[in-house]
């Protein structure tokens, strides 16, 4: 039972990541045919959150890899080359991106980057859907394929595919959060970009039965049922988005695409399980121990809420439409000057030191333990224990640097001030 519960992590954290890294990487690809005084724009408005939105990419390695280690093994060396170059490209985004922002006015080439490198990502995105839903070559779950084997025309049309989609959802996420677009070249936009999205869907669907080796089952009732259902309500967002393209209010296109997407992604799941790696690699063989599934379950259960609340966070802070920021004139020196902040007393660096010397020991504590309890191994303590250890230390640590910052030990704000 647990090997499903990760399952639907993984493909919880995979939908979370298409929906919210997709409009930053659809974005990054739409600047590059905006004109250069909205390129800046557009990456403000990505700067926002898209650090947040990655981590659930970095999520489902962590789920894949502990909770379905067979799965892992065959798929990563099978698109060993598209991920390396995705990774790049990811890394190279955020350089082009965040390069761009302290820049404070437009610099061509950080611009262009941040686009590029989008594009790139997205491709390599695509190009391992494709292999991952053509199957890789297997034998007694060990890879035994070629380095060029997830080249092929049904990962060409996927890469394609992937493209338009985070193209949509950017123009949708652009009507959201920006004031630029005219209401004509909105629809008109989103309404060419839905269409090509909707004829990728066809083409893709039709030919996945002949490109996927695994068989479909839709003649089982509750299986036909689930696909028709996720089916049904990805038109109906259609039609809702391409109703809301040009009109108000202006989140609802985002809401549209995000839940075609979502939907999509189901469906796909619906007709494969419980296969994850085709043609025949089912979640049970491909599941970790019941011990790892039960650490696995846990430990990303309680990282789950707080990479939702910073998501959650980070939305309502850059809520409404984005406004280009006016720069204020430096003020004189005599403004900027502050008091320094008062010195701590002798002796209390060394505490802050063996304090959290000590909270590192417990965590490696915990973890140590935590390996043991998991493997049935020692009955010293048990998973609540190592949970509560864990939290106990996290919140000392918090407690203590909090306390630390009140009385003037941090002089980060200081020194902001003084340069402000």
Same mark, same amino acid.
């Given at each position: 039972?647990l ?7 993984? !493909?919880?954290?995979? @939908?979370? &990541?298409? %929906? $919210?890294?997709?409009?930053? =990487?659809? #974005?990054?690809? +739409?600047?590059?045919? *905006? ?14 959150a ?68 989008s594009?790139t ?26 380095a !060029?084997?997830?080249? @092929?025309? &049904?990962? %060409? $049309?996927?890469?394609?595919? =992937?493209? #338009?989609?985070? +193209?949509?959802?950017? *123009? ?52 036909a ?16 988005a391409?109703?809301?393209?040009g ?20 469906g796909?799941?619906v ?13 049970h ?8 599934? $039960? ?57 802050t ?16 333990l935590s ?50």
């Open positions: 039972m090997e499903y519960v990760g399952y639907a992590l993984v !493909l919880f954290s995979l @939908g979370m &990541y298409v %929906v $919210l890294d997709g409009y930053d =990487l659809g #974005v990054g690809m +739409l600047s590059l045919a *905006a004109k250069p005084e909205r390129r800046r724009e557009y990456g403000e408005i990505v700067a926002t898209w650090d947040a939105n990655e981590s659930w990419l970095i999520l489902v390695g962590v789920v894949l890899w502990a909770g379905l280690p067979g799965a892992y093994a065959v798929v990563l060396p099978s698109v060993y080359l598209p991920l390396i170059v995705m990774l790049v490209a990811i890394i190279l985004r955020g350089l082009g991106l965040e390069m761009q922002s302290a820049a404070g006015t437009y610099r061509r080439g950080w611009a262009l980057l941040f686009g590029w490198a594009l990502a997205t491709v390599c995105q695509g190009l391992v859907l494709g292999a991952l839903l053509t199957g890789p070559q297997q034998r007694n779950g060990t890879f035994q394929g070629g !060029l084997d997830w080249f @092929g025309l &049904y990962g %060409v $049309l996927c890469a394609l595919g =992937l493209v #338009v989609v985070y +193209l949509l959802a950017g *123009a949708a996420w652009l009507q959201d959060k920006t004031e630029g677009w005219s209401r004509p070249e909105v629809r008109r936009t989103g309404r060419s970009l839905l269409t090509a999205t909707a004829i990728m869907g066809l083409v893709l669907g039709l030919l996945l039965q002949d490109a996927d080796p695994q068989q479909f089952h839709l003649g089982q009732p509750v299986r049922v689930l696909f028709w259902l996720a089916v049904a309500v990805a038109v109906v967002a259609a039609v809702v391409w109703y809301g393209f009109r108000g209010p202006d989140w609802r296109p985002f809401a549209a695409v995000a839940t075609m997407t979502a939907t999509g992604l189901l796909l799941a007709v494969s399980m419980p296969v994850v790696v085709p043609p025949r690699l089912t979640v063989q491909a599941a970790s121990p019941h011990s790892s599934q $039960l650490l696995l379950v846990l430990g990303v259960g309680l990282c789950m809420p707080f990479v939702l609340a910073y998501n959650i966070y980070a939305w309502r802070s850059f809520r409404g439409k984005y406004s280009d920021p006016v720069e204020n004139p430096v003020p004189p020196l005599s403004a900027r000057v502050r008091p320094l902040p008062a010195v701590p007393a002798p002796g209390s660096a060394p505490r030191i063996v304090r959290r010397a000590l909270l590192v020991v417990l965590g490696i504590l915990a973890t140590a390996q043991d309890v998991f493997g049935g191994v020692s009955d010293l303590i048990g998973p609540i224990g190592v949970v509560l250890l864990g939290c106990t230390a996290l919140a000392a640590w918090v407690v203590g640097d909090r306390r630390d910052h009140r009385a003037g030990y941090f002089d980060t704000d200081a020194e902001a001030e003084t340069t402000s």
